[in-house]
């Protein structure tokens, strides 16, 4: 098992009051209102404490529907762009999913809420070491990569589905060879200043269907591996 449930998180000393509990459930009919269907989805991001995976300067504001800052110049996604992006990805149970980028380390929190096994993958070594000990405390065990989120995780492809936390040109070729026929992958593609949210569904080896659903801005999908 990847994941424990939020009735455990008490007894590791997380901080998650019925005041954090009352105004997630606010947010999940925020993010209802704003087109999000998928119910387990709903519910998985209810189940995550959003509050521990920020700074302490922005705590205070983890229930609202906005991103915000977590260092190495990179942010912790709007609730309502993780629930889009994982809404798209269309999550079962056992799933093998590869994260590039795992940031904050919430939407991979979201992902094993959802029963998926995660391989994440994240090249800012800041948040590759700062990620992990919030995850572990929570009780998710994805497996952590640092390195180059262009190169995928060759050694354990394929992958069920691909999710990408960054914005870039073009879908890297890398990551679509390792997507098993039938599966998902989901990034956001454009320019810097805007980007459409992009799924592509494997057909065959030669063949992809591609979607787009809608603009957003992502930090940019940055090549190579900081140390």
Known sequence: MQSKK????????????????GLRRKLIEELRSKGITNNEVLEAINRVPRHVFMDSGFINFAYKDQAFPIGAGQTISQPYTVAFQTQLLDIKKMDKVLEVGTGSGYQCAVLIELGAIVYTVERQRELFLKSQPILSKLGYKPKFFFGDGYE???????????IVTAGGPEIPQKLLNQLKIQGRLVMPVGSSTSQKMTLIEKVSDEENQKTEHGSFI???????RIY
Request: glycine share 8%.
């Open 6 to 21: 939020n009735g455990d998180i008490s007894a590791m000393n997380i901080n998650d009051t019925f005041r954090h509990k």
């Open 152 to 162: 995928g995780i060759p050694a354990y492809a394929p992958f069920d589905k691909i």
């Open 218 to 224: 992502f930090v940019p999908f940055l090549k190579g």
